[in-house]
């Protein structure tokens, strides 16, 4: 299991994912578990930040968002891989996007259709 702030390690590799998993938005009744979860994985976040985000991407999917967009800095090949398997494809490449600025200095900006 990764670990909080875990820095990436490109020598681990992990398995293909399963055939099932398949990737949808969040629905207003898992609200509570994707909080719960979020709370584990991010224990120095504050709760009330993760319920905002968590909230905030409910109400998009609500109000009818088509397009899910992501970054990702180029040298995590994990969630490269990642988003890929999802669907995602790359768009963009900079040292940052908006207010993100990439560890490596250089990252990508992956679109999905929904």
Same mark, same amino acid.
């Given at each position: 299991m990764i670990k909080v702030d875990e820095p990436y390690n490109p020598e681990i590799k992990r398995n293909p994912l399963p055939f099932n998993i398949v990737f949808r938005l969040i629905k207003r009744s898992e609200f509570d578990a994707i909080v719960k979860l979020s709370s584990l994985r991010n224990p120095t976040q504050s709760i009330d930040d993760i319920k905002n985000k968590t909230d905030k991407e409910i109400t998009n999917k609500e109000k009818g968002v088509q397009e899910l967009y992501s970054i990702v800095d180029a040298k995590n090949l994990t969630s490269i891989r990642m988003h890929e398997s &999802? @669907?995602?494809?790359?768009?963009? #490449?900079? #040292? @940052? &996007?908006?207010?993100?600025?990439? #560890?490596? @200095?250089?990252g990508y900006l992956y679109r999905k259709t929904i």
């Open positions: &999802f @669907g995602f494809r790359k768009i963009k #490449e900079a #040292e @940052g &996007f908006l207010h993100v600025k990439l #560890e490596s @200095g250089r």
